[in-house]
């Protein structure tokens, strides 16, 4: 069983149009982190959130970090074809360092 | 500031054969932690290291170990390796290793066993 599942597992759309990428857990989490991995590469971090109800923005990306810290969504608007990747959420829990990765969403943007 | 070095980059070994796998952190950073990344399992946890101590370790037999030497590079080892253990092997290094700590990661090595 996956402490932090993602949703949906594909995700495949034509550039310009907007999306949302689920991470779900019934855990509570310290803190929760966003990756982007191109193949071949390792992940890149995107941005933590660490509040509570938090939102961000990094351009056309949107991170929101649930009001009981146990999932997080991504929303992408006028999704470009340099999107394409595999968006990885990880969280930490409380007292504990290790962090623990979602289980992935495949994301292609079709130009 | 150079980020996380991995090496080898790629790697073909054999059945039975034994391999090292190197990471060099952030300078500065203390904590190094190797993941294992497969298509279907997708991101493992395997181990963290923090100032030369194993602080936690994954669900991986005895068979995968690793170090940390004073100046907080890393190194692991898998022996006796199985076709399964083909993968792309990740380190990430972060200051502290802390509860909200962002880990940064080296672009991996791509182990194949045969």
């Known amino acids: 069983t996956q402490l932090l599942e993602q949703s949906p597992q594909f995700l495949s759309i034509q550039e310009g149009e907007n999306l949302t990428v689920y991470c779900n857990s019934s855990s509570v989490f310290s803190s929760l982190q966003w990756y982007r991995q191109e193949p071949g590469e390792g992940p890149v971090l995107l941005v933590t959130v660490v509040t509570g109800g938090e939102v961000k923005k990094l351009k056309r990306l949107t991170f929101q970090f649930g009001d009981a810290r146990k999932d997080s969504s991504l929303h992408i608007t006028a999704a470009q074809p340099g999107d394409t990747g595999l968006y990885l959420c990880a969280g930490s829990l409380w007292g504990n360092e290790k962090l623990t990765f979602g289980t992935g969403t495949r994301l292609t943007i079709i130009p | 500031k150079a980020g996380v070095t991995q090496t080898p980059r790629y790697l073909i070994k054999t059945r039975g054969q034994q391999v090292t796998l190197s990471c060099s952190p952030i300078?500065?950073?203390?904590?190094v932690s190797w993941y294992q990344q497969t298509p279907g399992q997708g991101l493992q946890f395997l181990f963290e290291y923090f100032s030369e101590t194993q602080r936690n370790k994954g669900n991986f037999p005895g068979r995968f170990s690793g170090r940390q030497f004073s100046n907080s590079r890393s190194e692991m080892n898998v022996s006796t390796l199985e076709l399964g253990d083909s993968a792309l092997y990740l380190c990430a290094s972060s200051f502290t290793g802390t509860e909200n700590t962002e880990a940064f990661f080296g672009q991996g090595t791509r182990l194949t066993v045969v």
């Open positions: 300078s500065g950073h203390r904590s």
